[in-house]
């Protein structure tokens, strides 16, 4: 589209038009593990100064700055710390870190160099969601090829520095994405996320000090210790440095991953990059940061798309992941396969959520299925009002801020569509 | 020490590799839980039973794991199996569409498998490939855009003996 401001910069997603960016050869010829080897000749509370000032945030969802979280990690406790890689992708809508694990996992692995040296971490786990077949070849081939190259193991790189990497694969829940539920999963439990504090950060894997980092996170790493820190936050908006791998799917005439600034709008992301609406139709609503994010209408996709500016209009960044709905989506069906996902999705472990997440879509179902009545919305949103800071972990939080979007800024949908049901049935009953 | 029937002494050899990776011995059961149901296809009761004695955990706990999480099976699944999307991305592109077609297909509901033992059909949520909605997981595979000629296809292709 000529006139249009395209970012054509791209760091990430350089690497998956190369044909073959997954093998070690090819991804040193493109300079591959040469920020590893700078790294390793730097002192470590240097490199965490750099990725603070580059803004780098949590790209898993959370947006916590990752320096801050390098920082929380206790050194000298005499336990070892661990690095846990966050690869359980499962926020629908998401499926960046599954191109990067499947084209260039080395990239990964170099980020996973870097910040094990700079927090002092010699044994990494990666987990990685059970589902991931290719993904999960794809790093391993990766993994062994770094063992067999010196670039994991004893005396990375020439230097005096050891590193391990395990890729432990999940078996299929949600929860495991959620960092202590993940953590719990690691150590052969059940995923019930862990009441904090203790943050990981103090007593996580094994009951030693961790960190745990999204692979988007930790692949951004070689780039910021390339160029710095400054340059990298420049890349974004205001405190939310850099570039981020935006997921974009549902009614687009593109889907697929798009590396974007941090300050591009959802505007630009839907009809510069991702081809617009598909068939030229109009759009309904947008959920901006996987689906747990609240959901948007036309007239609020202006905002820039980093953590700060979506929380300020009451949604959030997420996951990045962009699902995208036309005028022919119906709000009542979208809620109702949205509920019916954390229902499923809900470990269990505290009533609230267990329970509401469950109750909610029951009632939902039966609206669906067109014996709704006009007090269930009501109903539902008090069920709703008691998801939210009632539980260990941020799954009912998320069920909650998407749940109440819907009922908010939809309602007139879900009545007609009750009425509109009571009219055929009385129709059927004459 | 009791013996192992199911957990066989080429299997355990595997498992006791794997539990080298971590410092406690009970982190290695989701892997060697894995290690186990793509040698058999599933993990029985009997299965359980050997893993909790392998790892000298309680039964209850390889019990708890197995229902927690969706990728362990009791019971093995048909030689296709066919684990369709039904998450919003995939539904907005017509998921569900796609299970009633299967259904019809193959003559079982969701969550059943063919009396042949040549497919069973399941709902899976998001499995993170929604640039390709809608999408199904095939045995390892993940397969998408679907449309209903595509499946049709697919099928034919690879298993023979499916009507049109």
Redesign the interface.
């Known amino acids: 589209m000529p006139g249009l401001r395209i970012n054509m910069e791209k760091l990430i997603s350089r690497f998956f038009d190369l044909q073959d960016a997954d093998t070690l050869s090819l991804y040193r010829k493109e300079g591959g593990y040469a920020a590893a080897k700078r790294a390793l000749d730097l002192k470590p509370a240097a490199i965490e100064e750099e990725v603070k000032r580059s803004n780098l945030r949590g790209l898993g969802g959370a947006g916590f700055g990752c320096g801050m979280k390098w920082s929380f990690v206790p050194r000298n406790t005499g336990k070892p710390i661990y690095l846990v890689v966050n690869a359980d992708e499962g926020e629908p809508g998401t499926f960046k870190d599954k191109y990067i694990m499947t084209y260039v996992p080395h990239l990964l692995l170099e980020g996973i160099i870097i910040a094990s040296w700079a927090v002092g971490i010699h044994k990494a786990y990666i987990y990685i969601r059970g589902e991931y077949e290719l993904p999960y070849l794809k790093l391993k081939a990766a993994v062994d090829e770094a063992y067999q190259a010196g670039l994991l193991g004893k005396n990375i790189l020439g230097s005096s520095f050891d590193l391990d990497v395990v890729i432990h694969r999940g078996a299929g829940a949600y929860i495991c994405g959620e960092e202590t539920g993940l953590l719990e999963s690691l150590e052969g439990k059940k995923g019930f996320p862990r009441l904090k504090p203790p943050f990981p950060a103090v007593v996580g894997l094994f009951g030693c000090p961790t960190v745990i980092n999204n692979v988007e996170t930790l692949s951004y790493l070689p780039f910021i210790v390339k160029s710095g820190g400054d340059w990298f936050a420049k890349l974004g908006s205001e405190k939310n440095g850099g570039l981020r791998l935006f997921s974009v799917s549902g009614h687009v005439e593109n889907p697929g991953v798009y590396e974007l600034s941090m300050g591009v709008t959802l505007r630009e992301i839907i009809y510069q990059h991702a081809g617009g609406i598909r068939d030229g139709k109009k759009l309904k609503a947008v959920v901006p940061g996987g689906l747990s994010a609240a959901i948007l209408t036309p007239n609020e996709i202006d905002v820039k798309m980093d953590f700060d500016s979506l929380k300020a209009i009451g949604s959030m960044g997420g996951s990045a992941g962009v699902i995208v709905m036309d005028e022919t989506a119906s709000m009542v069906e979208a809620l109702r396969i949205t509920m019916q996902f954390f229902a499923h999705e809900s470990c269990g472990q505290c009533t609230p959520c267990r329970e509401g997440t469950g109750w909610i879509y029951r009632i939902l179902n039966r609206i669906v299925r067109g014996k709704g009545r006009l007090e269930d919305l009501d109903h539902l949103i008090d069920i709703g009002n008691y998801l939210g800071g009632t539980t260990i972990c941020a799954l009912a939080d998320g069920a909650q801020m998407t749940f109440l979007s819907y009922l908010k800024k939809f309602r007139g949908e879900f009545e007609q569509f009750i009425r509109k049901s009571h009219l055929k049935e009385n129709y059927a009953n004459t | 020490m009791s013996e192992f029937f199911i957990l066989t002494q080429e299997i355990r050899k595997k498992a006791d590799q794997i539990c080298t990776?971590?410092?406690?011995k009970?982190?290695?059961?989701?892997?060697v839980?894995?290690l186990v149901q793509e040698y058999y296809g599933a993990i029985s009761r009997e299965a359980e039973l050997e893993l909790a004695e392998y790892?000298n955990i309680p039964p209850a706990?390889i019990r708890?794991?197995m229902t927690?999480?969706?990728?362990?099976y009791s019971k093995p699944k048909g030689k296709c199996h066919i684990q369709i999307c039904?998450?919003?991305?995939c539904?907005?592109?017509g998921a569900e569409d796609l299970v009633h077609y299967l259904e019809n297909k193959l003559g079982i509901k969701t969550g059943e498998t063919t009396t042949d033992n040549q497919f069973s059909l399941d709902h899976?949520?998001?499995?993170?490939?929604?640039?390709?909605?809608p999408m199904a997981?095939i045995n390892?595979?993940?397969v998408g855009p679907l449309t209903k000629a595509k499946l049709s296809q697919i099928l034919k292709q690879n298993y023979a003996g499916i009507a049109d």
């Open positions: 990776n971590y410092p406690v009970r982190a290695a059961t989701l892997p839980m894995r790892f706990d708890e794991l927690f999480y969706t990728l362990f039904r998450t919003l991305s539904a907005l592109r899976a949520e998001c499995l993170g490939a929604c640039e390709i909605a997981q390892k595979e993940f």
